[in-house]
């Protein structure tokens, strides 16, 4: 009975691994911050100029969408990176409403100086793991997200 009961009391608590993953994302927006403010673009405004390459002359609106924000956070954002120097705005000819969104040589500096440093991050976080750690980890992160996305959906319906 005591065996069975100093088991349990060294189990890891779901609580705790929750915790283990808030903590794991805190500290690695934390950490890609301190190396993402070497590119000069602010957090939101990099996730932005990173979108705007890979779908060049995008609408502030499907960039909104795309990534689920508001229309107006986008523009003060956009406003921000055209100052900057980083993108350009032109207003689209086929619809006078919409801005096509288009990087500037400065904006893809950026962009691939960024790359260089989540590639850099990336081999220096999974430093020491071997490919079936990574794909065990994968796996067990593919099944919490699933959960997560039903439980999205319960609070739906």
Do not use: P, W
């Not at 691994?17 to 993402?36: E, G, N, P, S």
């Not at 960039?63 to 956070?73: I, R």
């Not at 619809?95 to 100086?113: P, S």
């Amino acid at each position: 009975m005591k065996s069975l009961e100093y088991e349990k009391a060294n189990q890891i608590s779901n609580k705790s691994i929750i915790q283990q993953i808030i903590c794991f994302a805190i500290k690695h927006r934390r950490i890609m911050q301190c190396y993402l403010d070497k590119t000069g673009v602010y957090q939101a405004q990099h996730r932005l100029l990173m979108k705007i390459s890979h779908d060049n002359n995008v609408s502030q609106k499907a960039l909104a969408t795309s990534l689920d924000v508001s229309t107006s956070t986008i523009a003060v954002s956009l406003k921000k990176l055209e100052r900057g120097g980083y993108i350009k705005k032109e207003i689209d000819r086929g619809d006078n409403r919409f801005n096509r969104i288009t990087i500037t040589e400065k904006g893809l500096k950026v962009v691939e100086q960024s790359r260089q440093i989540f590639n850099t991050a990336d081999h220096k976080l999974f430093e020491g793991f071997t490919q079936e750690e990574k794909d065990t980890l994968s796996a067990l992160l593919q099944k919490l997200d699933k959960n997560l996305s039903k439980m999205g959906e319960e609070l739906k319906s």
